[in-house]
């Protein structure tokens, strides 16, 4: 299974000849980059951001823990040797909903409010993937308060 996602992020072109699965592993991967860059765009990833990462792919994606950490492995692996994040968020693009990409954006949002504190740099990497998915200025500050209001009732 994550072969296949390595394959097509390797050719990293979506094609009619893909299978059904081959493009749910692809969207698999594109989420879990975007969350992993969000965990380590501070300049340090705590355990807490680990944890809340993968509770976050549990609730969207039917995976095994091995399956969960090669996910994560390879995602890790496909931002060190991006230079954007377009190649991602075009996945996300082609197949979300206008209302699962402002959930994609209150999860980046979760994993930002997640240690207490939203730092410069993960405001503008959230800034920059609202851009690339098309979510408007307004969904987008109305999923912060959104995510902002649940930490602040946890806490």
């Known amino acids: 299974m994550l072969r296949t996602i390595k394959r097509f992020f390797e050719e990293l072109a979506p094609s009619a000849q893909q299978t059904e699965e081959q493009k749910q592993h ?3 991967l594109a989420v879990c980059v975007l969350l992993v860059e969000m ?3 501070d300049g340090s990833v705590s355990s807490i951001e680990l944890a809340h990462l993968n509770q976050l792919m549990d609730d969207q994606f039917d995976l095994t823990c091995q399956e ?3 996910l994560t492995n390879m995602a890790s692996q496909e931002l060190d040797n991006s230079t954007d994040y377009y190649q991602f968020t075009s996945v996300i693009n082609q197949h979300f909903s206008p209302e699962q990409k402002i ?3 209150e ?3 979760e994993v930002a409010f997640i240690d207490g504190k939203v ?3 993960e405001e503008h990497f959230l800034r ?4 690339l998915l098309h979510v408007s200025h307004s969904e987008f500050i109305k999923a ?3 995510v902002e209001s649940l930490h602040r009732s946890k806490n």
């Open 26 to 28: 692809a969207l698999q």
């Open 39 to 41: 965990s380590r765009v």
């Open 68 to 70: 969960k950490q090669e």
């Open 103 to 105: 959930k994609m954006i």
């Open 107 to 109: 999860y980046l949002w």
């Open 119 to 121: 730092d410069a740099h």
């Open 128 to 131: 920059k993937i609202h851009a």
């Open 144 to 146: 912060k308060h959104r």
